[in-house]
């Protein structure tokens, strides 16, 4: 078998949508899956995830595209990738010397307030459910990247706690990456099943809401969680003050590589879980053409999340780097129904 490596969150498909609706054809194949290949990752979670502009009305469309153009990449890239829905699927998948991908949610506008929606969803292959993302929808509230005026934030609603319940039951994992504080704690109170936070960091170490707290990370280990260690330098770095609205600025110290602060949070998290619960969400953010409209600077991309993965063999024995490359992971993924 080969070696298994699994990023818990990546954000392919919306740049996929944005290059496919601008022309192009054959994108995984042309601009990611060499970066793919070089970082070792042969297993990605990829979101599906829905940008203000197109929210409410267009939520639902959007998502369906996504999964839609998925498809239409893999007609015209046969046998180089492939989209799975259980761990039999990834594990022949990445012996056939192809990239898995599966499919989450990060946060559940594209199915509104309509639970029936989650069903249809599961049946395209979505496994994996990021309640919220940091914003307000029907099912909970997210917390925010950076302070902003608005009301009393709340967890779970009725309909979030019901979606909950129905994820579990069609075998769906839970994710609390996104979620507030209040969320979180609901999430823990009527879960019967494992969760994840597919990309975050440990908030003791960068304090903002996107981490979570010790006491969250210790919970989550013993419902069997994993948490996914994000490379996104707002998550790994503490943040100077900013106004509301504005993106804070990390404070890296001077001289020190990001990677040395993503190891700094993977130490942390064995302390508080041991290496039974740690892996990677790198929060992989291409943008490889064109190059966008945004600081690529402060995303992570394929060339950051290589350094890590080397180094894990050199941090750690064997058998610990392997859990956190991606048997851990895959112990999530053998817990989805087929």
Known sequence: ?????VDAHYDLLSD???????????VIER????????????????????????????????????????????EESPGLFAL????????????????????????????GNDLVLLRLFYQLGVRFVGLAWSRRNYAADGCHFHPIPEGSPGGLTAFGVRLLEEAERLGMIVDVSHLNDAGFADVVKFAKKPFIASHSNCRALADVMRNLTDDQIRTLASRG?????NNMIHFVYPSEDASPGEIPKAKIPEGKPLYEGFFDHIHRMMELAG?????????????????????????PTYRHAIPFIERLGREFPEKVAAKIRGENWMRIIEALKP
Do not use: W
């Open 16 to 26: 996929v949508f944005r290059l496919r609706t601008a022309g192009e054809r054959k």
């Open 275 to 299: 290496p039974d619960h740690i892996g990677f969400g790198f929060d992989l953010c291409e943008f490889e053409k064109p190059e966008g409209e945004r600081d690529r600077s402060i995303f």
């Open 1 to 5: 078998m080969r070696p298994l490596v």
């Open 225 to 229: 969680g994993v948490m996914g260690l």
């Open 84 to 111: 799975c829905r259980s761990a039999s699927e990834v594990k022949k998948t990445v012996e056939a010397g192809q990239a898995a991908f599966l499919l989450s949610f990060e946060g559940v506008e594209p199915i």
């Open 31 to 74: 601009f990611y899956l060499n970066g793919l290949k070089a970082s070792g990752i042969n297993v990605s979670i990829c979101s599906l995830f829905v940008r203000d502009q197109f929210l409410p009305e267009m939520a639902l469309r959007h998502a369906l595209d996504q999964i839609g153009m998925l498809h239409c990449e893999m």
